[in-house]
């Protein structure tokens, strides 16, 4: 449900937009409202999943998800539409740390890296049928389909789980502390907001500065209050490892790399190269293809050398993916970009099953739930960290970009102002620059282009970066005891 939500939903962003009249920011909004709930409540679902049981958890989770999914598909307007994106966000909260805390469980130490590849791998095997689902049901369904069709998921779920009779791991009784997570919340909310609105607001602007920092203040004084309490919302002991630190760290990484393409690789591909849905889905097979496969061999490798050897080979290969592409974005031809598409695919798999496996090997098995909601939230954190980082340097460039055609163009007033508009995400503005003045709406998917690029060097840089925390924090060798 997790995993096909996340590409069918970027396969049918445009068609949204066009269908809602949803703005630029609201399209950004619509991927990160889910990613930020999610990092905002995993470390919650973490602790209820230890707490109450966690295939009780896991229940309650596609329960929640396939309601949420529901509203999503109703949604009349954009305002709805992102605040189910969020229940969904909470939703997933409660899954994916009590799912991936079950399988690790299930197997000893020696195997846990194949049993993740396969957990993984199946999942995202719905992540490969998920663009092209997605593309078939906006192009020849509606949108909305893309949402409801978690609802069968959902019930198949269910009954699978209670077939499969996993065992109900539950540890001592654990409450939730309100404050903390209130402070969590509170404090990546304003700060993502902070970053992603900036190019609304004005960047130096005292609302952005106060989102941002406040939202910074009230997240390092969360943490510093985990290591005083002996109820922790998160248990920063966790961090004491500096092997588990560093595999936080990587995948924080990585992922506020990769959120970028989910969003802006779909509208590149249907913006700019003008496919449909559906083959804009076939487009990104690729990518998903090589996620699939390079995962399965990830887990196999994290049993046989450890963790160090397959996160350096997948960070150079997703940095390599990104800086491939960037040169050839405004070009607006698929073939120049595909081969960069492969090599993220081969690095996304490379690292992402070896590096979370790793992470849940160096907790003790009462706290693994809550170490995959520590996982999770610093995953997620840097999803939507990432996705308000590179979407406000494209909107900010976009809107450079714009401003320049607009003050060397030198005729009608009308023409300037349907940029303006188009700049915005404004669908009736584009049709009519289509439609009279197709030279000037080249230029401003010339300009489209090149901000995506710019996105795309950034999170070939942050890629570089996780190459360098592999390299001088991750232990060499494989684990050998449990904790």
């Not at 990160?32 to 973490?46: D, H, K, R, W």
């Not at 092209?132 to 699978?160: C, D, H, K, M, Q």
């Not at 690095?347 to 909601?373: E, F, H, K």
């Amino acid at each position: 449900m997790i995993f096909i939500d996340q590409t069918v939903v970027s396969v049918a962003l445009p068609v949204m937009q066009r269908d809602l009249g949803i703005s630029q920011a609201g399209l950004q909004w619509i991927v990160n409202a889910y990613v930020l709930a999610l990092a905002s409540t995993v470390a919650i679902g973490g602790k209820l999943g230890d707490s109450l049981g966690r295939v009780r958890a896991f229940i309650a989770g596609i329960i929640l998800f396939a309601i949420a999914s529901t509203i999503c598909g109703f949604a009349p307007n954009q305002m709805i539409l992102i605040a189910a994106r969020a229940f969904q966000g909470v939703a997933a909260g409660l899954m994916i740390p009590a799912s991936a805390a079950i399988v690790v469980d299930s197997f000893d130490i020696y195997e846990r890296g194949k049993a993740m590849a396969i957990y993984v791998g199946v999942a995202q095997a719905f992540l490969a049928i998920g663009p092209l689902l997605g593309g078939a049901l906006t192009e020849y369904l509606s949108w909305r389909w893309v949402f409801w069709i978690n609802i069968p998921i959902g019930i198949v779920a269910i009954v699978l789980t209670y077939l499969s009779k996993p065992l109900q791991t539950i540890s001592e009784k654990q409450t939730v502390n309100i404050y903390y997570a209130l402070m969590l919340i509170l404090g990546l909310v304003g700060l993502v907001f902070g970053i992603q609105q900036g190019h609304t607001f004005g960047w130096t602007s005292s609302l952005t500065l106060g989102l941002i920092f406040g939202g910074f203040l009230l997240l390092v004084l969360f943490a510093y209050l985990q290591t005083k309490s002996q109820n922790p919302l998160i248990q920063i002991r966790l961090f004491h490892d500096p092997a588990f630190t560093a595999d936080t760290i990587l995948l924080f990484c990585i992922q506020f790399a990769m959120i970028s393409i989910i969003v802006f690789g779909a509208i590149y591909l249907q913006d700019i190269l003008h496919f449909t849905p559906l083959e804009a889905g076939f487009a990104l097979m690729p990518i998903i293809i090589s996620v699939v496969i390079m995962s399965q061999v990830s887990g196999r490798l994290l049993d046989r050398v450890g963790v160090r050897i397959p996160a350096l080979f997948g960070t150079v290969l997703i940095a390599a993916g990104f800086l491939s592409q960037a040169p050839f974005l405004e070009r607006a031809e698929f073939l120049f970009v595909l081969p960069g598409m492969i090599l993220l695919g081969l690095g996304i798999g490379l690292v992402m099953v070896a590096t979370n496996t790793d992470a849940l090997n160096r907790a003790p098995s009462q706290y693994r739930a809550q170490a995959s909601g520590v996982v999770q939230t610093i995953r997620q954190m840097g999803a939507t960290i990432g996705l308000a980082s590179i979407g406000g340097l494209v909107t900010t460039m976009l809107a450079w970009e714009t401003q320049r055609i607009i003050m060397n163009y030198q005729g009608e007033e009308r023409a300037k102002t349907l940029l303006s508009q188009a700049e915005l995400g404004q669908v009736d503005a584009i049709k009519e620059l289509m439609a009279n003045y197709p030279l000037l709406l080249d230029q401003f998917h010339q300009s489209l282009s090149k901000s995506i690029a710019a996105g795309y060097y950034f999170a070939g840089a942050v890629s570089v970066i996780a190459f360098f925390i592999a390299f001088f924090l991750m232990s060499s060798g494989k684990q050998h005891n449990d904790v």
